[in-house]
Every structure is written in structure tokens, then in C-alpha cells.
Nanobody
Framework: QVQLVESGGGSVQAGGSLRLSCAAS?????MGWFRQAPNKEREAVAR????????YYADSVKGRFTISQDKAKNTLYLQMDSLKPEDTAMYYC??????????????????WGQGTQVTVSS
């Protein structure tokens, strides 16, 4: 069982930065950040294999967002820089315990946090 608790969301002007945190209880094979805007499907933002540290990003956030982990604290982070209004969404932390491919599909992750809202104004 993995429990995930996100924090760090808020409101910021375009060009600003936010850092999201996801405190996890229990170990995971991979973890990711997803987001969902109103009337849109949930989309993968970034994901990381916790063992190797290999990370992957959606094209829309490459160069602006950075996913990282603190293994000692069992915490996942998402540093978001150069934020744009189109980044406005509910952001969710997700985890997968079993091995295999950790892609950008929500159904590949069995554990989810409650979400944290990010609002970027122009």
C-alpha cells in the first residue's frame, strides 16, 4: 500500500515558479505527476523511475519542469518554472509498485494523491 499526499500548489502569475511535493508512505517502482484541467483528460506531466532516477517529461513542459526525488524523505517533487496559463490544472502525484514500463497512461499507476491546484494567471 502506498499513500501519497501532495502539497505546494497555489496561484502564481505567468512566468513564475512553484514547487509541488508529494510525501509517500511505502516504496514505489516509479512515480509521476499528472494534471487535469476542467473538461480535459488527465495527462502525464513527468515521471521518474525511483531506482535509476531516469525521468521523462511531456513535450509541453520540457525545459520548464523538473521532477526529482528525495529518497531519504520518500518525497517526490515537481519544480515548475516559467509557468504559463495553460499549466493551470489540478496536479496529482501517482505511484506504481510493480515493475515494467511506467508510461504516461494513468491506468498504469495504482496509487494516487488527492491533488493540489495550480492556477497561473496571465
Amino acid at each position: 500500500q502506498v499513500q501519497l499526499v501532495e502539497s505546494g500548489g497555489g496561484s502564481v502569475q505567468a512566468g513564475g515558479s512553484l514547487r509541488l511535493s508529494c510525501a509517500a508512505s511505502g516504496s514505489s517502482y516509479c512515480m509521476g505527476w499528472f494534471r487535469q484541467a476542467p473538461n480535459k483528460e488527465r495527462e502525464a506531466v513527468a515521471r521518474i523511475y525511483t531506482g535509476s532516477g531516469n525521468s521523462y517529461y511531456a513535450d509541453s513542459v520540457k525545459g520548464r519542469f523538473t521532477i526529482s526525488q528525495d529518497k531519504a524523505k520518500n518525497t517526490l517533487y515537481l519544480q515548475m518554472d516559467s509557468l504559463k496559463p495553460e499549466d493551470t490544472a489540478m496536479y496529482y502525484c501517482a505511484a506504481r509498485r510493480s515493475g515494467g514500463y511506467c508510461g504516461g497512461v494513468a491506468s498504469q499507476y495504482g496509487y494516487w494523491g488527492q491533488g493540489t491546484q495550480v492556477t497561473v494567471s496571465s
